[in-house]
């Protein structure tokens, strides 16, 4: 029996599955990563273990590994552990996939009938001394922030029913508070959305349960210091596709897109839902929200249509590229108003940002100047002739945008280099907004290596001050997360073991 991964489109050449785990010790530098950083950075990544089972399976089903970069005195630590969820345990014991089309339980092997179908391979934050690993149909992996050993799919001691969990909670800067929400959170095809209201020390207080206007995708959503902002997407799912066997979302173009809004200290009777026009309804991500006296202002990237050609369109039409492009925009809701829209302004569009988009996480809630965008830009010219693996339209570029001006400052890696979601690390806890420095993990197709490269957030144009240069390539990155020492403290330089103590071998597999 052959054993590869030869009839996977998605996973060849630099995205063929690694499948490895690794400690790497003081890793290369190269220039000098600055002083100021002291910290954790982990990353989620997508890396298969097994040849998918189904021909409909996509990329965001496989396995979601940890990456771990940990910083101090101008030196970095590197670990990477796959999460053990359930479903990776039971497709280790079988040696083959036992999951099948993207979210549709109807296309497992009957050996994973009961099983969670967690990948937690999205988001990786830290709250209440644990990581957790998110996938937005299931709940937490809780793990170890050090060992990146996992413990268990979390509902944080019984206090969590919904089923679901997004992979985009927010931790309210000002007040230590982390709010989150599931969507289908009573299984699949429930339109049944829970908030949740977390204290600092991680304890989960209270849940608002409310009723979805359609059930659809909502992967992020934002909050202000007084309310919460819940978008719904144009990705639809049915009994019928799930029986039928297909992946679990089709774009719908015309639904609209709803935004919910509800005061932080409301109840579901204060849900408010606001109703956009057709053609604007793909917000996959957001940027930040805040509430001015009776509007509440959301900023955002957002695509006119259906931003993933992996999830097809509901009509069987071909997908549009151009519709997937993100303008950054801002929308304002006014509170006190009678109308059920909102108004619009595009803030920015010219290149092509994707949707994913971070910033200074201390003015989260509130107004703000800067955000940091991925994105391809054609003017930075990607060199296919160094290259060992051809590539066009990468995301080659992170820019600051000026929120309150409109103006961009645009950093590239290198010519041959790709770029993933950036982390803004601030100079100090008291610095500025935007005072600090970009950290993220650049490809490089001419090396087949990969390196987190680190840039000041206020000076782009001047390329990367380090790289930290590994010695192999890392898999696909969804969303990263940075957690400063003075949060998570640790023991820099240590190789912490499962049960605490020091080990020898650099990879252990329990
Ligand atoms: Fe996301």
Known sequence: ????????????????????EADLHDCEVEGEIPEGIDGTF??????????????????????????????????????????????????????????????????????????????????????????????????????????????EEYDFGGRMTAESFTAHPKIDPQTGEMLAFSYEARGDLSDDLAIHFFKPDGTLERTVWVKAPVVSMMHDWAITEEHVVLPTTGMVTSRERLEAGQNHWAYDPSVPAYVGIMPRDGEAKDMRWFRGPPDRAMMVHTTNARTVGDKVILDAPCARGNFNPQFPNLDGGSFDFDARKNTIRRWTFDLVSSSDTWEEEILFEGVTPTSFTRMDDRFLTRDFRWSFNLLHDP????????????????????????????????????????????????????????????????????????????????????GPVARVKLPFRLHMQVHGWWVPSDVLPFEFGRDYDYRGQDYGPAVRIP
């Open 1 to 20: 029996m052959s054993f590869d991964f030869s009839g996977d489109p998605f996973a060849s050449g630099f995205w063929t599955p690694t499948r490895f």
């Open 42 to 151: 982990y990353r989620a990544a997508i890396d298969r273990r097994y040849p998918p089972r189904h021909p409909l399976d996509i990329p965001y089903n496989a396995d979601g590994a940890i990456d771990m970069f940990r910083i101090r005195g101008r030196r970095c630590d590197f670990r990477t552990r796959y999460v053990r969820t359930p479903r990776y345990v039971a497709e280790r014991k079988a040696r083959r996939a036992l999951f099948g089309a993207y979210r549709n339980r109807s296309t497992n092997d009957l050996a994973a009938d009961d099983l969670s179908m967690n990948t937690a391979n999205t988001t990786p934050i830290v709250f209440g001394g644990n990581l957790l690993a998110l996938k937005e149909s299931s709940p937490p992996m809780r793990m170890d922030p050090h060992t990146l050993e996992t413990f």
């Open 379 to 462: 003017g930075f010219a990607f060199e296919n002739s160094r290259t060992r693996v051809p590539m066009q339209d990468n995301w080659n570029a992170w820019y600051r945008f000026d929120h309150h001006g409109g103006g961009i400052d645009r950093f590239s890696a290198g010519p041959t280099h790709e770029l993933f979601e950036a982390q803004f690390v601030p100079r100090s806890a008291s610095a500025p907004e935007g005072d600090g420095w970009l950290v993220g993990v650049a490809n490089d197709y001419a090396e087949l290596t990969s390196e987190l490269v680190i840039a000041d957030a206020h000076h782009l144009a001047d």
